[in-house]
């Protein structure tokens, strides 16, 4: 099995330089030296933006939100699921094309 940090890198590898974006949600196992490495990257012309945010799990306030999703109050609308890779192009044309109704997902799935 591959660990996190092969999964960023082969993440960061299929996003253009120059207009692509590499986003994370921080948590006990994120490699920072990685994601720091492909900041320093971008910075110097060679690797898309990256960005991460650290959130602390709250579980009283994901059963708010699941009182509110049970209730019909927010919904999650997913005009279609892609794989990471092999399914980012057609992501980018639904997404440019302007017509979607709802989100754009590519799951990423590490069967190594």
Avoid: C, W
């Amino acid at each position: 099995m591959g660990s996190r940090g092969d999964a960023m890198a082969r993440s960061l590898a299929v996003l253009k330089q120059d207009t692509g974006h590499y986003s994370h949600i921080a948590n006990a196992s994120t490699d920072y030296e990685a994601l720091n490495n492909a900041k320093e990257a971008h910075e110097a012309g060679k690797g898309p933006s990256v960005s991460y945010i650290a959130v602390q799990p709250n579980g009283e306030q994901l059963g708010q939100i699941l009182g509110l999703m049970e209730a019909g109050k927010v919904k999650l609308i997913v005009d279609k699921s892609l794989p990471l890779f092999g399914g980012a192009g057609e992501a980018m044309e639904r997404v440019a094309a302007g017509h979607v109704r709802g989100k754009v997902v590519l799951v990423v799935v590490d069967d190594e």
